[in-house]
């Protein structure tokens, strides 16, 4: 993984790229933010947003999928473009799951469903940069199998011998396989133990898998290394089998 400057402690002022085209939404939620202790850089469009990004980084984007114009799905991919394991949030409608599928493939790291409470947004943002902090003490410092070497305190990974761009959550997911292999996890339990979600879309799970094989399997569609184990979950195999 590589690209842009690593995030703040969850201690720390988190800057928040605020996305959203209904101003009232847009001030009333960078009201709360600020109140929260965050600073909030807001854009009400696409363009907007990308500009506002790249005059001053922001450790976290807040970013509402229907966007007039340039939508949100490309406004991800874009900023994923520019630094590829930004946390991005996305915020979607109830009854929009193809959409946030759609936002997950783009690279999104989370995403919270209209109404959501102020409280819910700071939690779920708060996540999202704790995932990408060093792993702590006594956990390896580098995971590895095969050509697949995973540096949990620079948080990047290599594979055979050159850089593999994974988002944040990718390569908490990946981390956790390479912990645990030969063990099944469901959608349920890795929601738990590599998102922290008690209760979530399990989509989400089967989104990122695939795209973790995308960039460790030789063919993603006959996987090798981090299999499907029907009826039950999905379980790491390993790369060197």
Request: charged share 25%.
């Amino acid at each position: 993984m590589a690209g842009g400057d690593r995030s703040p402690s969850v201690t720390s002022v988190v800057r928040v790229l605020l996305v959203e085209d209904d101003a009232t939404v847009r001030q009333t939620l960078a009201r709360q933010l600020t109140h929260a202790g965050m600073t909030v850089q807001s854009a009400g469009t696409g363009p907007e947003a990308l500009e506002a990004y790249a005059e001053q980084p922001a450790d976290v984007v807040l970013l509402d999928l229907m966007l007039p114009g340039l939508g949100g799905l490309e406004v991800c991919r874009r900023l994923r473009g520019i630094r590829p394991d930004l946390p991005v949030i996305m915020v979607t409608a109830r009854g929009e799951e193809h959409e946030r599928v759609h936002g997950l493939h783009a690279g999104a790291d989370d995403y919270v469903v209209k109404p959501f409470s102020t409280r819910e947004l700071e939690l779920r943002i708060r996540a999202v940069l704790r995932r990408r902090e060093p792993a702590a003490a006594p956990m390896a410092a580098v995971l590895a199998d095969g050509d697949l070497r995973l540096d949990m305190v620079a948080r990047s990974a290599i594979r055979n011998g050159k850089p593999l761009i994974l988002t944040a959550r990718e390569f908490d997911l990946l981390a956790h396989f390479l912990r645990h292999p030969g063990t099944v996890f469901s959608r349920e339990e890795l929601l738990e133990r590599v998102w922290g979600w008690h209760i979530g879309d399990a989509s989400t799970v089967t989104v990122h898998v695939r795209r973790v094989r995308e960039k460790v399997e030789a063919d993603p569609g006959a996987p090798t290394a981090l299999v499907t184990v029907f009826g039950k979950g999905y379980r790491w195999d390993g790369l060197g089998r």
